[in-house]
């Protein structure tokens, strides 16, 4: 089994910034692909960032140029660094671990982010 636990989310003024961090521990398989994706209230679960198990990334056009997604695999953690905040970013953003070789997929627990205007 593989636990993820995010942090790092708060409250912070549009024009702010937050860095999301995401730690993997257990039963974790090498290969795998960890993504950020988040939910809005009354709105479906988006994915905002994805990185792969070789670091190639990819961004939803929402956040393209302001978030920037990072892994360290020694550390099993995956990070998500909120530049220029907007008030459409405030949701509970989500940590997604996908080891495709196994057919496991994992989620945290979900860490709130708020953006005031």
């Known amino acids: 089994q593989v636990q993820l636990v995010e942090s790092g989310g708060g409250l912070v003024q549009a024009g702010g910034s937050l860095r999301l961090s995401c730690a993997a521990s257990?039963?974790?398989?090498?290969?795998?692909?960890m993504g950020w994706y988040r939910q809005a209230p009354g709105k479906q679960r988006e994915l905002v960032a994805h990185?792969?198990?070789?670091?190639?990334?990819s961004y939803a056009d929402s956040v393209k140029g302001r978030f920037t997604i990072s892994r360290d695999n020694a550390k099993n953690t995956v990070y998500l660094q909120m530049n220029s905040l907007k008030p459409e970013d405030t949701a509970v953003y989500y940590c997604?671990?996908?080891?495709?070789?196994?057919?496991?997929?994992?989620w945290g627990q979900g860490t709130q982010v708020t953006v005031s205007s």
């Open positions: 997604n671990l996908d080891s495709p070789l196994v057919g496991s997929n994992y």
């Open positions: 257990g039963s974790i398989f090498s290969f795998n692909h």
């Open positions: 990185i792969t198990n070789g670091g190639s990334t």
